[in-house]
Structures are given as structure tokens and as C-alpha cells.
């Protein structure tokens, strides 16, 4: 039988053909596809023609279009719709992966003949973005350890090899925790929950095979059970079981996982002539070292920390007037928090969430879009790899743009979180390629789907990852959309987040799903004049996290990372009744692969950027000014990787930015 996965897609859109491709699919075509790459970079590196920017660079760019391809599909299906199978060649894939990646930057002939082309750079006729190329595949390689010889390149080959294993165990090991618990609650459990939170209790139990409601460690789940449930002792045991995740002594234990990953990390910096692995991975970043994350997570700090013990200490007398002696715990703050917001911004997620319809704010996202950049959504059949995933045709002017696939709703073979991935990217060597842009979130399912203004947020920031992949505007694929410096990927997302405050577009789309009523104009406001409130709380659970990542880099290998988490957070004085967003066991952003280690911070250097970028449109007294947004799309947005990530902020808004306005953004300025 022909395998799918390596004939042409015939498919609208060259959308892969999801409802031919099988499991047993894919090994296969991994091993024709690399067997294609291999022979494609052989005959660049032992040609005889000496080297051009169009047979070395060029040729490079589209030596692995099968390989792309296949994995393409495979690596977006494995984290979304995840199956034993799957699993199991995720595992087998890891170590061959990292071997293919190392063959290539190990491969002396054809590093010399980058270096070459790098040596004459200057005289090349190269235009900007090819330039721009040649120096990014020179500093891949040489950062891969193309300069290395004999034992020392081996032994950065094994390491490498065995971080890809580890990473993809790490990334396992966290869903199979979130995979197999649950919490089955009574029908006198449900008592104080609104209707929401009841009707996602028992779609959870549907899907677990249980004959009632459960919890499950799903986030759109479990945090408004601890915001709504009366039960502590109920609360006290999902928020354990939540917070242990990774770290339960069976099988899926991730603490020794974590351990040799980073002592591997500084092997790996060290065999690199680096001091740590936080200087080797901060070099290419906007950040370029350790000292700079540190003075911006710490200038955020001290006043994230004020604003939530004053918080605190209002949660905790509201516990002691409920009869509860003792401290505010972890599992109180959320619940407490809840109230307190009801009662001093007269805001009642349940009642909010009627308007926040999952339809209503796909249709806010899309709108926004289109005023600013003038896109065009619609809506397409499938098939599409699972039952759930909807898609949409993105057009401008009538010509098309790209294919979207939106993926929302929990289930328990998808991985925990939030993002954004392409399937297909952007460029336009070999000719006009569209990206295929998916958006994965795991919210709790319903009839209608109903969101809570964080969700609605997350769908936001996803749309934003979204925009920087379909409005990319490159030639090479290798700097297309968010092929960028980490600490400024997540500035569109951000950035993006934004227009879900405004409040004609909340006026516009938040409707009530049942009579279509805009949201009541009180409510609006309180809404909107709650939009800081317990972010000190927001911030020093994801602070608290940055600097221990941070920690956990930028020296020598912590033996015990749990015991170094312990002293970080001892050292900054973590307030007793938070804790990390994301404690080490379960620590993906950093452990699953290397994208985030060193750079959790990166969410807060854009935040930077994007509180001050936004504030462009507020000057222009238009939050859809046409200049500014054309600005935007051609300085960031279209522009990739094309230029260091400070050159293309620049253009955009004249300088760079300080830290005031984020701090103003989370309410932090006056505390500061």
C-alpha cells in the first residue's frame, strides 16, 4: 500500500491527508524521509563546484522538504492527539533525531564550506536576508559544535543524543500523570459549583468512563474547582495531586530526570567553551546574559512580592472569619480570591461566562484581525486529525494566506497547555509555500463552550503566535514567522492579548450564547477595571519560576534540583500560601526540550516590549490605527527572523522600552 505520508497531497490547500494517514505510517516514511535528506546534504558537502550562497545555503534550505514534511504532521499530532503508538516512536524518534541533527553539524566538509562562504561574505553580492542566513547557519553550527574534534565532538553527540531521550520522557512521564488521575466527586461535592464547573465535572467523567463527575488535572478544570468549591478538604487534595504532577515515586517520577538533564546541559556549555549553560543559551537571546535576566525578574519582584502579602493577609482573615484557624494555604488562595473579586468588583465568573462563548470570542479574534491587518477567515470541512479541530481559510485582498486549525478542547491525549505550532511554514525559496498554522488549547468541553476571561486570553495569546507564522513574509523558511529569539517570540501573543481589552470589542462580541444580549455595560466595566486584580499573585507564581530556571543554569548542576528550587525560592522569600507555576517535576517549558531552559523569563522581556508596543496604538488614539498596524505587520510580524529581534523592535516604535509599563500593565507601578 502506498504510504500517504509520501505522495503528494492532493488535499485543498496541500493539507495533509488525515484520514488516510495511520500509525504505522510514520515509521516508514521517517526512514524514507531522512534516508532523502541524507542523500540531499551528502551532495552538498562533497560536490566539487565550489561554494555558492545557491548550492550550499540555498540548497540546504530545501535538502529536507520530506523530512519537514512528515514531521510536520507527526510531531503536531503526538503532542495534540497522543496514542501508544505514537508514544512509543516519539521515543524511538528522539535519539535518532538528535544523530541526524549532529550528522549534519558534525559534517566537516560541509561546515567548511559554510565557513568559506562566511570568510567572503562581504563580497558575495548577498542581499540583506541572505546575509542575514549565512550568519544564522554559521552560528547554528558552530554553536552545535561543528568546531569540535575527535573525543570532545563525540561526547557532545552522546549528550545531545541523550537530552532528545530525556526530554522526550520528561514530556511523557508529566502526560501519563495527568493521563491517569482523577478525583471522582459525590453529588453532594458539587454543592457551591456553578453550572459550568459541574457540566465540564461530568463530560470528564464521561470521558474517563466513570458514571460520574470527576476532577481531572486539566487546567480549565481544576482552577475553577478551587475557585468555587466550599470543600477545603476536596481542594486540599486536587490542588496535591496537581502540584505533584511528575513527582509521585512511581514510574513517571520526573526528579531524576531533571537532574541528569541539566547536569548534561552543562556538560554540553562546557564542552562549547561557555561558563554555564545559561550564558551559552542566553548568547543568541535579546537578554545575552544571566545578569540582565536577573535585574529584570528581580526589578518585577520585589513589588509582585508586596502586592501579594498585603493580599494575603485580606485572604487569610477571610479564612479565619469561615471559622478556620491556622495560615492561608495554597489551595485557600484561589478560593478566597475568588470571592473576594465578587465581592469588591461585584464580578461572578459564572455569571461572566455566558458571554465569553468559545464561538463569540473566535469571532473577536477573527475581527480584530481583520480590522488591523485586513485578514478573512472561512471556515472549511475536514477532515482534520481529530473530531474536535475546526479550520479556516485566512485570505486578504482575495488571495489566500494561510490555513488555520484551531484545537480547543481538553482530552486526555493531549498534552497539558497551551500552543501554537506550524505544520506547514511560510517561505518562498522553491517556490510560494503557505503555512498550515495550528492553535491548541485544552478547554473544558460544553454545549455551548463557555470561557473564563484567562481562557478567552489564551485564545488570544495563541491567535498571536497565529499571526506572526500567517502573515510571515520571508524567503527562507529557516527565519519564517516565529523563527526568533526566544525572549521575543512571545511578544505578538502578548501583544495580541491586548484587544481583548478594549472595550469596543468586548461590546462587539461578548454576547450571551443563549439570547445574544451584549454583555450588561456595568459588568463591562467592572470587567475591564478588574483586569490587575491579584496579579501579584499572577506574577510571583511565574517569577518565582523564572529565577529558578534561571538558577538552575547558571552555575554548576544542581545534584538535588529539588532541594535547589528550595533554596531559591527560601532566598527571595516565596510567599508561604503561593507557589511556582511550575514546580521542577513538571517544569515542561524547561525539561521536554531546551526551547524554554534559560529563557522562562522570555515571557516577561516581551511583556516588556508589548506593554510599550501597545501603548503606540493608545498614543495614535486608535487601537486599530492603520499606520501603526501596518508598522507593526512590516517590522515584526512579516519580518521573521530577518534582523536581530532589537533591530526590528526598533523600526517598529523608534527605542526600545523600560520596565514602567509592564509594571503599570499588572498593577504593580504604585507598590513599586
Request: glycine share 8%; charged share 25%; proline share 5%.
Amino acid at each position: 500500500m502506498t504510504n500517504p505520508l509520501l505522495t503528494p497531497w492532493t488535499a485543498p490547500f496541500g493539507l495533509p491527508p488525515f484520514d488516510r494517514i495511520r500509525d504505522e505510517d510514520f515509521g516508514p516514511a521517517f526512514d524514507a524521509a531522512l534516508a532523502e535528506a541524507r542523500a540531499a546534504i551528502a551532495g552538498i558537502a562533497d560536490q566539487a563546484e565550489a561554494p555558492t550562497y545557491a548550492n550550499t545555503i540555498a540548497a540546504l534550505e530545501l535538502a529536507e522538504g520530506t523530512l519537514d514534511r512528515v514531521s510536520g504532521v507527526f510531531y503536531n499530532l503526538a503532542g495534540a492527539d497522543s496514542t501508544e503508538a505514537r508514544e512509543a516512536l516519539m521515543r524511538e524518534l528522539a535519539p535518532k533525531m538528535s544523530a541526524f541533527a549532529s550528522e549534519i553539524t558534525n559534517n566537516k566538509a560541509l561546515f567548511r564550506r559554510i565557513d568559506d562562504l562566511w570568510s567572503r561574505r562581504d563580497g558575495l553580492g548577498l542581499d540583506a536576508e541572505q546575509m542575514r542566513v549565512l550568519t544564522l547557519y554559521r552560528r547554528m553550527f558552530v554553536r552545535s559544535g561543528a568546531e569540535l574534534q575527535g573525543e570532545a565532538a563525540e561526547r557532545l553527540t552522546a549528550v545531545k543524543a541523550r537530552l532528545a531521550v530525556l526530554g522526550t520522557a520528561f514530556g511523557q512521564n508529566l502526560l501519563a500523570d495527568e493521563r491517569e488521575w482523577f478525583m471522582v466527586l459525590a453529588e453532594e461535592d458539587l454543592e457551591g459549583l456553578p453550572d459550568f464547573v459541574v457540566n465540564a465535572a461530568r463530560a470528564a467523567g464521561v470521558e474517563r468512563g466513570q458514571n460520574g463527575p470527576v476532577v481531572t488535572l486539566n487546567r480549565s478544570l481544576i482552577v475553577p474547582f478551587l475557585q468555587f468549591s466550599p470543600r477545603r478538604a476536596l481542594r486540599q487534595q486536587a490542588y496535591g495531586a496537581w502540584v505533584a504532577r511528575g513527582a509521585n515515586g512511581n514510574a513517571h517520577d520526573n526528579r531524576a530526570i531533571a537532574a541528569e538533564i541539566l547536569a548534561l546541559r552543562d556538560e554540553r556549555a562546557k564542552l562549547l567553551g561557555y561558563a554555564s549553560f545559561a550564558d551559552f543559551k542566553l548568547e543568541p537571546e535579546m537578554a545575552k546574559t544571566p545578569d540582565a535576566v536577573r535585574g529584570l525578574l528581580m526589578r518585577v519582584w520585589e513589588p509582585a512580592k508586596r502586592k501579594a502579602l498585603a493580599d494575603a493577609a485580606v485572604l487569610e482573615a477571610m479564612l479565619h472569619a469561615d471559622g478556620i484557624a491556622g495560615p492561608l494555604e495554597p489551595w485557600d488562595w484561589r478560593y478566597y480570591s475568588e470571592k473576594r473579586r465578587k465581592a469588591e468588583h461585584d464580578l461572578d465568573e459564572a455569571a461572566l461566562k455566558p458571554y465569553l462563548s468559545l464561538d463569540a470570542m473566535l469571532g473577536a479574534q477573527f475581527d480584530c484581525a481583520n480590522r488591523l491587518f485586513g485578514l478573512e477567515f472561512r471556515e472549511i470541512a475536514g477532515p482534520f486529525y481529530h473530531p474536535d479541530v475546526r479550520g479556516w481559510e485566512v485570505t486578504r485582498a482575495g488571495h489566500h494566506v494561510a490555513v488555520f486549525l484551531g484545537d480547543y478542547f481538553a482530552r486526555s491525549s493531549k498534552r497539558s497547555g497551551a500552543w501554537c505550532s506550524a505544520m506547514r511554514s511560510q517561505r518562498k525559496l522553491g517556490g510560494d509555500v503557505r503555512p498550515i498554522v495550528v492553535n491548541v488549547c485544552n478547554f473544558a468541553k460544553g454545549k455551548p463552550a463557555l470561557l473564563s476571561y484567562d481562557d478567552a486570553r489564551t485564545l488570544f495569546h495563541e491567535f498571536g503566535h497565529a499571526l506572526h507564522q500567517m502573515l510571515s513574509d520571508v524567503t527562507h523558511g529557516f527565519i519564517s514567522g516565529t523563527s526568533v529569539a526566544r525572549d521575543f517570540v512571545e511578544l505578538p501573543s502578548q501583544l495580541y492579548e491586548h484587544w481583548l481589552e478594549v472595550p469596543e470589542v468586548l461590546e462587539k462580541h461578548a454576547r450571551h450564547w443563549q439570547t445574544g444580549e451584549a454583555m450588561p455595560a456595568d459588568m463591562l466595566k467592572r470587567l475591564l477595571a478588574a483586569g490587575t486584580y491579584d496579579q501579584g499573585f499572577a506574577t510571583v507564581e511565574f517569577v518565582s519560576s523564572a529565577l529558578v530556571d534561571l538558577a538552575f543554569h547558571e552555575g554548576a548542576a544542581p545534584a538535588d534540583p529539588m532541594a535547589k528550587q528550595a533554596e531559591v525560592l527560601a532566598a527571595i522569600g516565596m510567599p508561604q500560601a503561593i507557589r511556582m507555576r511550575h514546580a521542577t517535576p513538571h517544569f515542561a517549558h524547561v525539561f521536554s526540550g531546551d526551547g524554554y531552559s534559560s529563557g522562562y523569563y522570555s515571557y516577561m522581556w516581551s511583556e516588556v516590549m508589548d506593554a510599550d508596543a501597545f501603548a503606540a496604538f493608545e498614543e495614535a488614539g486608535d487601537p486599530f490605527d492603520p499606520a501603526t498596524a501596518a508598522r507593526l505587520e512590516k517590522h515584526i510580524l512579516s519580518a521573521g527572523g530577518s534582523e536581530e529581534a532589537e533591530v526590528l523592535y526598533t523600526r517598529f516604535r523608534g527605542r526600545m522600552p523600560g520596565v514602567e509599563p509592564l509594571l503599570k500593565g499588572r498593577g504593580l507601578l504604585d507598590v513599586a
